[in-house]
Each structure stands twice: as C-alpha cells, then as structure tokens.
C-alpha cells in the first residue's frame, strides 16, 4: 500500500508503458443522466489542468442532468467515440447515473474492447459494482467502490483504501475521494512529475 490510501499491486510494467508514451494522451469520461458531478468534473478538471484532451461523451442527450439537478453539457456522444482509441476511460458513479452506463451497449462494446487491448480503465462509487462487475469488467481484479455497494464486488479490499488500483483498472470509493482518484490516474497517464505539479496547484496533497 502506498502513502494517502491509495493501494497499488506490485510493479506494473503497464503504468511505466502509459507515462513513458510521448503521444498526445487523449481520455473519456462517459456521462449520463444521473451521474454524481463531483466525480465526473474531478476527472475533467485534473486532466484539463495537465493539458490533456477529455471527451465527455454522454449515453443519453448531450446536455444530461446530475444526481443533484445540475445540468452538463457533454461534448459529444458515445456514439462519435467508438472508433476513437482512448489512453483512459474513467467512469463517475451515481445513481441512476451509474445504471444509465451500465445499459448503454456502445459504452459496454468500447470498454471491452479497450480492455482486452490492455489499456487503463477506472471507475468511482457505484460504477465498480453497477457497470464494472456486471459486465465482467473486473475478473480476477481487486476493486473498491462506494460502502453501500463494495459488497457486490467480487474480490473486493479493504474499504478505507482510498484508490485500489490492479493490472489495468483502477476503481475509488465515492464523492469525497474524487481527486485523489483524478489525480492517480492522472499519474498513471501523465507521470508522478505532472501529477505533483497539477496537485501543487490545486494545494492538493499527494505523495
């Protein structure tokens, strides 16, 4: 277990991969009607800081609403991202936000793909055990997620870890943990030194 929480497997060529690229990182953020804001935005406030391009791409309309009423306008469809190839895919939770991913097929169709070539997907709260877990997405991976939910996970940690991450998927546990989420999966993607530098910025604490 590494320092704030956060829970690493043993040494992952797979992240050393990711931040050793020199391409332009490109990442998605799937929404949907229901979906929790602070997670969603977390994820595209952290990688927009790092200079990264995010596509929000919505299951539903392009302007979805929030868990708590607020309105956001996506940028695109997740119909306009299937032949996009993404370095991330990092799903927010909420309900029924999380449920609304969960049946969206395009989505489902580009996470597995995206797992099969081995690329870094993560999800936060209920979207571990909604959309993750129901779909197959977590097999023979260790997980965390929200409280009310991380009982439905099948190889499930210790709840207090703050990020769990394991081969190429990385799940958090809710609202409260949002940017450390972004910010490990910003590290993953971008490296420890621009991880450091967005966190510095925000007066983040990290390790």
């Given at each position: ?143 965390t997620g929200h409280p009310l939910f991380v009982a439905d996970l099948s190889q499930r940690v210790d709840s207090s870890e703050k990020v769990v991450m394991d081969k190429n998927c990385v799940t958090s546990r809710g609202a409260g943990t949002a940017i450390d989420f972004s910010l490990e999966l910003l590290g993953m993607v971008m490296g420890d030194e621009k991880k ?12």
């Amino acid at each position: 277990m590494g320092q704030d929480g956060v829970l690493l497997n043993s040494y992952n060529p797979f992240t050393k991969r990711l931040w050793e690229d020199s391409m332009e990182k490109k990442i998605l953020v799937p929404v949907a009607d229901g979906i929790e804001m602070v997670e969603a935005l977390s994820i595209v406030d952290v990688f927009r800081r790092a200079g990264v391009q995010v596509d929000i791409a919505s299951v539903n309309d392009r302007v979805i609403t929030s868990s708590h009423n607020v309105q956001i306008t996506a940028d695109m469809t997740i119909d306009e991202c299937v032949d996009t190839q993404y370095d991330l895919i990092a799903l927010p939770g909420g309900l029924p936000g999380a449920e609304n991913l969960k049946n969206s097929e395009v989505l489902i169709e580009i996470l597995k793909r995206h797992n099969e070539a081995n690329r870094l997907y993560g999800a936060i709260c209920a979207s571990p055990a909604v959309v993750l877990q129901h779909h197959g997405l977590l097999e023979g991976k260790k997980a965390t997620g929200h409280p009310l939910f991380v009982a439905d996970l099948s190889q499930r940690v210790d709840s207090s870890e703050k990020v769990v991450m394991d081969k190429n998927c990385v799940t958090s546990r809710g609202a409260g943990t949002a940017i450390d989420f972004s910010l490990e999966l910003l590290g993953m993607v971008m490296g420890d030194e621009k991880k450091r530098e967005v966190a510095k910025a925000m007066v983040a604490d990290v390790e």
